[in-house]
Nanobody, 124 residues
Framework: QVQLEESGGGSVQAGGSLRLSCAGSGFTFSTYSMAWFRQAPGKEREGVAGIDERGTPAYAESVKGRFTISRDNAKDTLYLEMNYLKPEDTAIYSC??????????????????WGQGTQVTVSS
């Protein structure tokens, strides 16, 4: 079965960095579109970054220039490098997957497999 497991979350001061990982198993990782989403208390789920099966990234404007999404298909792992973190980045971050290309990389409805999430807390 398809499984996605996030790791790397934690607490950091504003301006700091974290690197999230999402380990995939039970599917052909290299053929899937992948993405990171986040959800803060009282707010809707927000698409943060996506990367298609060709390695082409897409970013939300709020994180562009600060976050980098990447994938290592040899390790079946998706990454999100987060730099210059802000308190408004505080959220539960989840990874998502879809078998093939997606039309809208940052829309949650495009993805049918989800991890359970990892907490990121940025303090001021």
């Amino acid at each position: 079965q398809v499984q996605l497991e996030e790791s790397g979350g934690g607490s950091v001061q504003a301006g700091g960095s974290l690197r999230l990982s999402c380990a995939g198993s039970g599917f052909t990782f290299s053929t899937y579109s992948m993405a990171w989403f986040r959800q803060a208390p009282g707010k809707e789920r927000e698409g943060v970054a996506g990367i298609d099966e060709r390695g082409t990234p897409a970013y939300a404007e709020s994180v562009k220039g600060r976050f980098t999404i990447s994938r290592d298909n040899a390790k079946d792992t998706l990454y999100l490098e987060m730099n210059y973190l802000k308190p408004e980045d505080t959220a539960i971050y989840s990874c998502a997957a879809y078998p093939g290309p997606v039309a809208h990389a940052l829309r949650s409805y495009e993805y049918n497999y989800w991890g359970q999430g990892t907490q990121v807390t940025v303090s001021s």
